[in-house]
T-cell receptor, first 115, second 112 residues
Framework: DQQVKQNSPSLSVQEGRISILNCDYT??????FLWYKKYPAEGPTFLIS?????DKNEDGRFTVFLNKSAKHLSLHIVPSQPGDSAVYFC??????????????FGQGTILTVHP | ETGVTQSPTHLIKTRGQQVTLRCSSQ?????VSWYQQALGQGPQFIFQ???????GRGNFPPRFSGLQFPNYSSELNVNALELDDSALYLC???????????FGEGSWLTVV
């Protein structure tokens, strides 16, 4: 049972344009969501997160939107740069006192930004 | 640089053997979790350690076990290795009440 889904295995974008990566979840107990970026042979790098009490969080070129009713979140990267080319993972964490490290990940989306 | 360090970075083991992977968490982080990432998949939660006790486990058999030490560093042990255990093993650390989980670079395990 895939509780976090990233339905697009890959996305190709021109440099300077917007990249939109999508993520859907099924578990209503998830209350915190994170996006990670991963290069080959490296560990995931934290990008941005959002709590379920918000619908938007912005950090520089990265914005995450959360639609709780649709159980959907998206990551917007504007403007996209070639260095953004990597695998992007959406992750969700359940509510609960000691659930800090219990993340459920999606399968990842490979983003390629062309110069 | 996340402050989470893992060792070894790469290793090759034979089916049936045992392996120990190590993780040093970021300073001040008292919670360590371990993940397995197979090729082409997202990381899968193995278990979490908090105050030296296992606190939550994913869908992994008992031959996956761990330890957390008083300095919050941690070990992942896998017994009776199988070919399907070949994967990248990631350690992550976080703090009580903290919302960000930081990952190490991972340990690549190949079982032949």
């Amino acid at each position: 049972d895939q509780q976090v889904k990233q339905n697009s295995p890959s996305l190709s974008v021109q440099e300077g344009r917007i990249s939109i990566l999508n993520c859907d979840y099924t578990n209503s107990m998830f209350d915190y969501f994170l996006w990670y970026k991963k290069y080959p042979a490296e560990g995931p790098t934290f990008l941005i997160s959002i709590s379920s009490i918000k619908d938007k969080n912005e950090d520089g070129r990265f914005t995450v939107f959360l639609n709780k009713s649709a159980k959907h979140l998206s990551l917007h990267i504007v403007p996209s740069q070639p260095g953004d080319s990597a695998v992007y993972f959406c992750a969700a964490r359940p509510s609960g006192g000691t659930s800090y490290g219990k993340l459920t990940f999606g399968q990842g989306t490979i983003l390629t930004v062309h110069p | 640089e996340t402050g989470v360090t893992q060792s070894p970075t790469h290793l090759i083991k034979t089916r049936g053997q045992q392996v120990t992977l190590r993780c040093s968490s970021q300073s001040g982080h008292n919670t360590v979790s371990w993940y397995q990432q197979a090729l082409g998949q997202g990381p899968q939660f193995i278990f979490q350690y908090y105050r030296e006790e296992e606190n939550g486990r994913g869908n992994f058999p008992p031959r996956f076990s761990g330890l957390q030490f008083p300095n919050y560093s941690s070990e992942l042990n896998v017994n009776a290795l199988e070919l399907d255990d070949s994967a990248l093993y990631l350690c992550a650390s976080s703090s009580t009440g903290g919302n960000t989980i930081y990952f190490g670079e991972g340990s690549w395990l190949t079982v032949v």
